[in-house]
């Protein structure tokens, strides 16, 4: 494999083709009527496949590293919802832009993703703000606050050094 296909750029890019063939898994309805409410699984399948396809792979990755704690599993498989909700979505420009801007120039980042936004910028917001939209989405379908709050503090380096969160955080980069 290429050098520049081993690091962070590597995995960016290995998430972005398999996004454009994501396959859901055989077991995912099982997997959606053990570890959520029917409310839960519902806004579950209302994401893009892709997204569905990765949640299961990091939720199967915690299973397959022995974590038996629900609320970990739970959050395993809604730790993205707030990248689409009803008022927009993360598409494929706003992950890429969001990516560069982070590692270039994160104070445009900042500005381009405040709250509220505007159409044209709403799904660079959501890709910054997910973990918060998220967590309050999953609040409001019945989620624990355990599972809340995993989700809310998904990308905060700040919080690593809950170890439950540091292992949804592990597994969430090696699922592209």
């Known amino acids: 494999m290429p050098e520049f296909a081993t690091g962070a750029v590597g995995t960016r890019i290995r998430q972005g083709l398999g996004a454009l063939r994501p396959r859901l898994p055989e077991d995912r309805q ?3 009527a053990k570890f959520l409410s029917p409310a839960q699984a519902a806004a579950f399948r209302a994401l893009p496949v892709h997204d569905q396809a990765h949640l299961c ?16 599993l739970t959050a395993a498989l809604l730790h993205d919802l707030g990248k689409a909700t009803a008022s927009g979505r993360v598409r494929l420009p706003d992950r ?16 381009l993703a405040r709250l509220p936004a505007p159409p044209w910028r709403r799904g660079i917001a959501l890709a910054v703000h997910h973990p918060a939209v998220g967590a309050a989405r999953a609040a409001a379908l019945g989620c624990s606050p355990r599972a ?15 170890p439950d969160l540091a292992r949804l955080a592990a597994a969430d980069a090696a699922c592209p």
């Open 30 to 32: 099982a997997i959606l």
């Open 57 to 72: 792979r990091v939720h199967r990755s915690l299973l397959s590293g022995g974590v038996v704690d629900r609320d970990l």
């Open 96 to 111: 890429v832009v969001r990516v560069l801007l982070a590692r270039l120039t994160p104070g445009v980042l900042r500005r």
């Open 148 to 162: 809340c709050w995993l989700i809310a503090h998904h990308e905060d380096p700040s919080a690593m050094d809950d």
